[in-house]
Every structure is written in structure tokens, then in C-alpha cells.
């Protein structure tokens, strides 16, 4: 009897189903009729909507696909079947798909989306929460995306591919089949032109102009800056820095906390075990600050004394902490040989800092040495493009070409360099700027072919004329 009154019970479940699907589909072709009478869309009889779910024209909803509350979906957006879109859960407002954006079929795609234009997502997609998306992206088919993943326009994701938590993918950058980007703490930040079965730490900083070969691995905290290439099967440690245009050759490795210097090359199969360059890697904490009555108050540099030394010794320490060497009469500690080096050097001698007439000494001589760091810079920011071999050493430099004095001091903080001049790395030019020997208010730059300086004494606060502006530092 109970089977007999059970089977009486689904007869009638499935009249009533059959009912509610021939009044939601009168003519019989598989969509809600509802929506395509209203503006010519199709969701299918048999996909679930949220409350709050807005469909636009054109638009598809694929069998059993199910989409949350509050999604919007724009015109010409294809679901496909058996899609979820979970919806909106803690966001204020509706959660967007672009229009002309495909979902292939059975993608998860978890709360507050927020999905752009002409996206491509393939089928079998798993995407967290918080998933943002620009125009034009595509995701390969079983792609893996953590919580918080931003996919900038034009970013392309292979198939199979798996991208960890609070990461960026820069506009137009590739992430070839397999590749696998861990989760981050803060924010990783991908671009470039990742290879196949890649695998990249957490917190890595990408540049757009790089290329990863195939089966490369990256720890965490990498920073790969422009220009970069890092061949097939290289391992990379945690907290590597690759400077700009650098080469790692095929199944090189670069060990952890290692600093590869702009333009060097590791060959191929090669261990760097040790930093390639020496700059920034002394934590610079300096404790002063210099009196005077510059422009904008720029005249109070932080700065430390570190003691009496050579000027390559100097410029070498300032390197190592990413600092710059600025002397002035606020910074001195009575006279005579506490007046220490500038940046600028002329052969066998270099300035040091006394107002109001040039002065010089040679290079191995000892005075003192005199770091700083402007405050208005929030921290070494600035990648320089140019390197010059000089007597034993290379120098990564920059010519900023005219520039105010206070703006000269803030470029050479942002990248961690010094004023420099021509002169200092072997070739020449005047007209460039000096370290200021008095900060109330007085501004030099190098002339005689660098035998002398030139000078502007002004009334306090007072900005200076412009000069040529060189900044840079000893990498190697």
C-alpha cells in the first residue's frame, strides 16, 4: 500500500512540474517565456534565479544553471549549463557580468563577483570570493582562482592554470597552461609573460616587460623588474630582487634574499648565492636632521655622519643603503676634514663640501661621510635606466635632464642614488647639479669642465634655478 500511495504522490509532483514548465514555456522552446518575450533572452526552464537577478537582452541561462541573488547580467552574456554564479552575499549593490561575456559550463564563480565585458571563462572555471575581472579577459578551461583575485583587461589565463589568493594580473599580461601562482599575504602583483607549468611564490611583484620561460619557480617576495628574462627550468629564491634587464640562464639558481644586479647575466646552470650588487642592502635608519632655509623646508634631509673614509668607500656605503652623500655646513660638525665628500668626482679627485669656493681632494684620501635621505620620499620607488663601467666600478645612473634642486635631491632618494654628474662616471658635462654645500640658500652646479663650481645664493625659501640633474650609485 505505502508503495502504491508513493507512487500516486510522484504522478502528481510531476503533473504539477509538467504544468508549471508548460506555463513558463508555452511555445515549447526550452526558455522562459517571460524573458524572451520581454527582450530576447533565453534562461532555460530548468535554471534556478535568485531574488533580485537581472537579465539582459539577449542573453542566455543554460540548463540548471543557477545564479545568486542579485547578479546583473548584461545583454548577449552567455551561462552556460550547470553554471553557478553564487551572487551577491556582502557587497551593497548588484554584482555584474559584462556584456558579451561567455561562462562555460559547470563554472563556480563564488560571492561578490565582479565580472567585465568580453570575458572568456572556460568551462569548469573555479573562482573564490571578491573575484574582479576587466575587459576582454580569458580563463582557460579547469583554471583555479583563489579569493580576491584581480584580473586586469586583457589578462589571458591558460587552461589548467591556478592563481592563490590576493592576486593581481597586469592588463594584457599571459599565464601560459599549468602555471601556478601560490595565495599571498598582502598582494602579489603578476605581469608579463609567464610560460607553461610556472610556479610563482606569494607577495611576488612582476614587472609587465618580463618573460618566465617554461617550468621556471619563484619563491615569495620576488620583485622581477623591467625587461627581465628568466630562462626554462631557473629556480628563484624567496626574496630575490632581479634588476632591470637582467638575464638568468636555463636551470640557473639564484638563492634567497640575493640581489641580481641591472643588465648582469647568470649563465646557464649557474648558482648566485651572494647579492650582485651592493645597493640597498644595509637597513638605513639615519637619526639628524639638517638645519637650513631652502625651498619647502626640502633643506631638512635626514642624515647620519658614518665616519671618515675614502670617496669610493663613501659612495659605496651610500650605495649599500641606498642613501645619498650630501655634506652641507648644517651637517658638519665643526671644520677642516669634517667637511665631507659629494657625489661629484673629476679623475683622480672628488668634491667635498665647503662654502663658498670649490674644493677638491683625491679620491683615497679620508674625509667624512655624510648619508641622507630626503623624508618627502616614500621609500626607493625608482628603477634608473643607464649603466656605465668606470674605473673598477658600475655605476646604474639616471639623467633627469632640467630639474628644479629640491626636485633633483627627491629623485636621487626615490631611487636610492646620489647626485652625481657626468664626471663621476668617466664622462662629461656641466651645468650640473651639485649637492647644495649651504642649505640657507645657496645651490651649485659643477662647471670648468669639472674643476670648479657655480653658484646661486638666494634669500631663505626661495627656489632655485634649474640645472642638469644626474642621480645614481655604485651596483658592483
Known amino acids: 500500500m505505502q508503495s502504491i500511495l508513493w507512487g500516486v504522490h510522484m504522478l502528481v509532483i510531476l503533473s504539477l512540474m509538467a504544468s508549471v514548465a508548460s506555463a513558463a514555456d508555452l ?12 527582450n530576447s533572452a533565453c534562461v532555460s526552464t530548468s535554471a534556478t534565479l535568485g531574488s533580485g537577478v537581472t537579465v539582459g537582452g539577449s542573453a542566455v541561462v543554460g540548463e540548471y544553471a543557477s545564479v545568486g ?36 559550463r559547470q563554472a563556480y564563480i563564488d560571492a561578490d563577483h565582479d565580472i567585465g565585458a568580453d570575458n572568456s571563462i572556460g568551462r569548469a572555471v573555479v573562482a573564490g570570493q571578491r573575484l574582479q575581472t576587466g575587459a576582454n579577459v580569458s580563463i582557460g578551461y579547469a583554471t583555479t582562482l583563489g579569493d580576491d583575485v584581480t584580473l586586469s583587461s586583457g589578462a589571458v589565463v591558460g587552461n589548467l592554470a591556478g592563481i592563490g589568493d590576493k592576486t593581481t594580473v597586469d592588463a594584457s599580461a599571459v599565464l601560459g ?55 626554462r627550468d631557473a629556480i628563484i ?28 647575466v647568470v649563465a646557464r646552470g649557474e648558482t648566485l648565492d651572494e647579492p650582485s650588487t651592493l645597493h640597498n642592502t644595509i637597513a638605513f635608519n639615519p637619526p639628524n636632521t639638517s638645519g637650513g632655509c631652502s625651498y619647502a623646508g626640502t633643506h631638512a634631509i635626514q642624515y647620519e655622519n658614518i665616519g671618515s673614509m675614502d670617496w669610493r668607500s663613501c659612495m659605496s656605503a651610500a650605495s649599500e643603503r641606498g642613501a645619498s652623500v650630501s655634506s652641507n655646513a648644517y651637517t658638519q660638525v665643526g671644520s677642516g676634514s669634517t667637511n665631507g665628500w659629494a657625489g661629484h668626482r673629476n679623475g683622480a679627485n672628488a668634491m667635498w663640501a665647503k662654502w663658498a669656493s670649490y674644493q677638491q681632494a683625491g679620491i683615497t684620501t679620508n674625509r667624512a661621510c655624510v648619508l641622507s635621505r630626503d623624508p618627502r620620499s616614500s621609500g626607493i620607488t625608482a628603477t634608473l635606466n643607464s649603466t656605465q663601467a668606470y674605473d ?13 634642486y629640491d626636485q633633483c635631491i627627491l629623485l636621487a632618494s626615490n631611487a636610492g642614488a646620489s647626485i652625481i654628474t657626468p664626471y663621476t662616471i668617466g664622462l662629461s658635462g656641466d651645468n650640473y647639479w651639485v649637492p647644495s654645500v649651504h642649505t640657507c640658500n645657496t645651490y ?6 669639472g674643476t670648479s663650481y657655480a653658484y646661486q645664493s638666494i634669500s631663505g625659501g626661495q627656489r632655485s634655478t634649474t640645472k642638469s640633474c644626474m642621480v645614481g650609485y655604485i651596483s658592483q
Not at 550547470?82 to 561562462?103: D, H, K, M, N
Not at 630575490?240 to 640562464?249: C, E, H, S
Open 27 to 38: 511555445d515549447g522552446d526550452g526558455c522562459e517565456d517571460s524573458y524572451a518575450d520581454a
Open 69 to 104: 541573488a542579485d547578479t546583473a547580467l548584461a545583454a548577449t552574456v552567455f551561462v552556460g549549463s550547470r553554471v553557478t554564479l553564487v551572487g551577491r552575499v556582502s557587497e551593497p549593490t548588484a554584482r555584474p557580468v559584462g556584456s558579451g561575456t561567455v561562462i562555460g
Open 177 to 231: 597552461r599549468g602555471a601556478t601562482i601560490l595565495n599571498s599575504s598582502t598582494a602579489g602583483v603578476i605581469g608579463g609573460i609567464i610560460g607553461p607549468d610556472v610556479t610563482i611564490g606569494g607577495d611576488n611583484d612582476i614587472d609587465v616587460s618580463a618573460r618566465i620561460r617554461k617550468g621556471a619557480t619563484l619563491g615569495n617576495d620576488v620583485t622581477v623588474l623591467d625587461g627581465v628574462r628568466i630562462a
Open 237 to 264: 629564491g624567496d626574496g630575490v630582487t632581479i634588476g632591470a634587464n637582467a638575464r638568468i640562464g636555463a636551470g640557473a639558481q639564484v638563492t634567497a634574499t640575493t640581489v641580481v644586479a641591472p643588465g648582469a
Open 392 to 404: 673598477g666600478d658600475t655605476w646604474v645612473y639616471q639623467d633627469y635632464g632640467s630639474q628644479y
Open 444 to 449: 651649485e652646479w659643477v662647471t670648468g669642465g
